[in-house]
């Protein structure tokens, strides 16, 4: 079997956040970037999981960006990757983004795609989506756990009030959240192993951008505490009702 999992780059969530160029660019001096936990924790580990009960299955990984993304796929390839793909194109339209992975899957001919159920930065919550359109495959999104016997997988997924059981069969693609495996961290041997382990640069497919940034806004600052004394339940309940507004 063949899996192609997507790793992205995102800013560490203790980054400060600010914006440059009149708000419409992310300031990324001094920031800190890792792997996407969902894309990590989740799907990529139980990929491992997977290879680890059938050793004849392949994990590639493939993340769009541009030369700064690479230390990011490796340390991918160092939690056990077999091999990486990079598509080197700085975008964030999600529209191009799924473009890219579906025109590598078709390529690669995977059995099962593996994301994230989002990414911690933008949201977004759309590329596994969109991937499987392109592809025609089965998605199955906020997949809790993931079983496979044969060609055929059962999949918990979240819904509102509960879960959902499906049985799909390959190919599909999947996104992946909290439950769906447990996070690990790389060990020496596969820190070294990474760094001779194929990473292929490939130039984009062609592809249209259908989204882009107009500006960034931060949200508005907290307001201030304002401390009421214990005996003064008159003046709380006259603060709860004109300016809180919660009764």
């Known amino acids: 079997m063949k899996i192609l999992v997507c790793i992205s780059k995102t800013p560490d969530t203790t ?4 914006f440059t160029d009149n708000n419409t660019k992310f300031a990324e001096a001094g920031v800190q970037w890792i792997i996407n936990p969902y894309d990590e924790w989740y799907a990529l580990v139980r990929a491992i999981e997977l290879k680890e009960a059938d050793a004849s299955t392949s994990i590639h990984l493939i993340t769009i960006g541009a030369a700064d993304t690479e ?3 490796r ?3 160092a939690l056990g990757g077999d091999e990486a793909i990079r598509v080197n194109a700085d975008t964030r339209d999600e529209y191009y983004v799924a473009s890219q992975i579906a025109g590598i899957s078709k390529e690669g001919r995977y059995d099962l795609i593996l994301t994230g159920k989002e990414t911690i930065d933008y949201n977004g919550s759309a ?6 359109e392109l592809l025609e495959f089965p998605y199955v ?4 756990k993931f079983e ?3 060609n055929k997988a059962t999949i918990t997924r979240e819904i509102e009030g509960g879960e959902e059981i499906d049985e799909v069969e390959l190919p599909l693609v999947v996104s992946c959240q909290k439950g769906m495996a447990e996070a690990r961290i790389p060990n020496m041997r596969g ?6 382990k ?3 640069v490939v130039e984009p497919f062609p592809a249209d951008t259908l989204t882009s940034v107009t500006r960034f806004e931060l949200p508005p600052p907290k307001a201030g505490v304002k401390l009421v004394s214990p005996d003064n339940v008159d003046e709380l309940v006259r603060l709860l009702h004109e300016e809180a507004k919660v009764i």
Do not use: F, N, W
Request: no cysteine; glycine share 12%; hydrophobic share 55%.
């Open 191 to 196: 820190i070294m192993g990474a760094r001779t």
């Open 127 to 132: 590329i596994g989506g969109m991937v499987a």
């Open 148 to 150: 496979l016997k044969g």
């Open 15 to 18: 980054a400060k956040i600010a």
């Open 198 to 200: 194929p990473l292929k």
């Open 71 to 73: 230390p990011i796929i």
């Open 141 to 144: 999104s906020l997949a809790t």
């Open 75 to 77: 340390k991918a390839l």
